[in-house]
């Protein structure tokens, strides 16, 4: 069984501070990485991918990868109360995307 | 340029009816995969098809449910029979199918509610 597990949250932070969303996964075939956000009633939306290990960063969001604890981070900077969404980490290997189970992220101005 | 259409938005069936739910990948891709969302929780994966092929349908109950991808059209999920725990948030995602990582695509997603 391949499995993605998350915390489900709800995770609180004060706007401003780093929000940091941990995702791991079970099967070490796995060759691709991705976070979605996805805001109540709405469809996820991708916004990093990451394909080895270190860190990613694009604009106020950095992914971190490190395949041999079978481990995918993101953290979001300068939190915005937009940013209050769930964080979905999703992997990736020969065909078969899964994904966890989300993370719900709360940014409190 | 159109994202991934899903149709209908929302679907109200009475137990025992027939469901069908409606995706057109985005242009140029050829690979859909279909989820099913509870509220609350993430998304389950259901059946990943290319164009006329089911690639793995290991996520998909064996009993009153199907899937297809035809050659022209959009990819249809089919609930026969529906009971009240069929309902949920239906979303569908493309994606070109090129090795190396996929990015999925979503549809705004079906919202099943079974009568």
């Known amino acids: 069984q391949k499995e993605v597990e998350q915390n489900s949250g709800p995770l609180s932070v004060p706007e401003g501070a780093i929000a940091s969303l941990n995702c791991t996964y079970s099967d070490r075939g796995s060759q691709s990485f991705f976070w979605y956000r996805q805001y109540s009633g709405k469809s996820p939306e991708l916004i990093m991918s990451?394909?080895?290990?270190g860190d990613k960063e694009d604009g106020r969001f950095t992914a971190q990868l490190n395949k041999a604890s079978q481990y995918v981070s993101l953290l979001i900077r300068d939190s915005q109360p937009s940013d209050s969404a769930t964080y979905l980490c999703a992997v990736y290997n020969n065909n078969d995307m899964r994904f966890g189970a989300g993370t719900r992220l709360t940014v409190k101005p | 340029n159109a994202g991934v259409m899903q149709n209908p938005r929302h679907l109200v069936r009475r137990r025992g009816q027939e469901a069908r739910l409606r995706c057109s990948p985005m242009?140029?891709?050829?690979?859909v995969y279909w989820y099913r969302q509870l509220p609350e929780e993430g998304l389950k994966f259901m059946v990943y098809?290319?164009?006329?092929?089911?690639?793995?349908e290991s996520g998909m109950p064996k009993e009153r449910f199907s899937a297809e991808f035809p050659k022209e059209g959009p990819s249809i999920l089919r609930i026969q029979q529906v009971v009240r725990g069929d309902s949920a948030a239906y979303f569908c995602?493309?994606?070109?199918?090129?090795?190396?990582?996929?990015?999925?695509?979503f549809g705004s997603g079906t919202q099943l509610s079974v009568l």
């Open positions: 242009k140029g891709h050829s690979h």
């Open positions: 990451i394909y080895s290990n």
């Open positions: 098809l290319q164009k006329e092929n089911i690639i793995d």
């Open positions: 995602a493309s994606s070109t199918g090129t090795g190396g990582g996929e990015k999925l695509f």
